[in-house]
């Protein structure tokens, strides 16, 4: 499986959190923070998602697992601006602000289909292992960018160092 390379820099998000069991409220919580997005027209043609699973579900109790659907914002944007950071009237749904620290990633580009993400899963760290790279303790990241959806495109990011 084959892969790139990228530095990240910090990041500034928005996000949505989901505690309980992986699975289809991951996709619920990514809907509720596209919604919110887009009523402050924040989807834009360079929109940039991320879920992060943060708990490792063979250690963490399922009830326990926590899922963060983000929104990479600008910083001065994130840290207030004009939007409503408390709870949406629609869904009760809290929006929270945070950073992702910098460092280094490992990017498969994946089509996003169920399938396509459980075969990735299995061939990643085969891949990374293969190539001399190694996770770092931070959480794999789900990127969503408008640009790759369009072609039913996705990539996980995957923390690394050597």
């Known amino acids: ?25 991951n996709k619920q919580a990514m809907e509720q923070m596209k919604k919110w997005a887009r009523k402050y027209n924040l989807l834009q043609e360079n929109a940039v998602l991320l879920g992060i699973p ?5 250690a963490t109790p399922p009830e326990a697992c926590r899922y963060d659907a983000c929104l990479v914002m600008d910083e001065d944007l994130a840290q207030g601006g004009n939007l409503e950071w408390e709870e ?36 990643i760290f085969p891949a990374l292992q293969a190539s001399g790279y190694q996770m770092t303790a931070k959480p794999i990241i789900e990127r969503y960018a408008e640009r790759l959806l369009r072609n039913h495109q996705c990539e996980i990011c995957v923390p690394i160092y050597r």
Not at 5 to 21: C, D, F, H, Q, S
Not at 96 to 108: H, N, P
Request: aromatic content about 10%; hydrophobic content about 35%; proline content about 3%.
């Open 1 to 25: 499986m084959e892969f790139t390379l990228e530095k990240w820099n910090k990041l500034a998000i928005v996000y949505v959190r989901k505690t309980g069991p992986y699975g289809l409220e």
């Open 54 to 58: 943060q708990d490792n579900p063979t």
């Open 88 to 123: 949406d009237m629609d869904e009760n749904v809290h929006i929270r602000t945070g950073k992702l620290e910098a460092g280094d990633y490992a990017i498969f580009q994946i089509a996003h289909t169920a399938e396509d993400v459980q075969r990735a899963w299995q061939e």
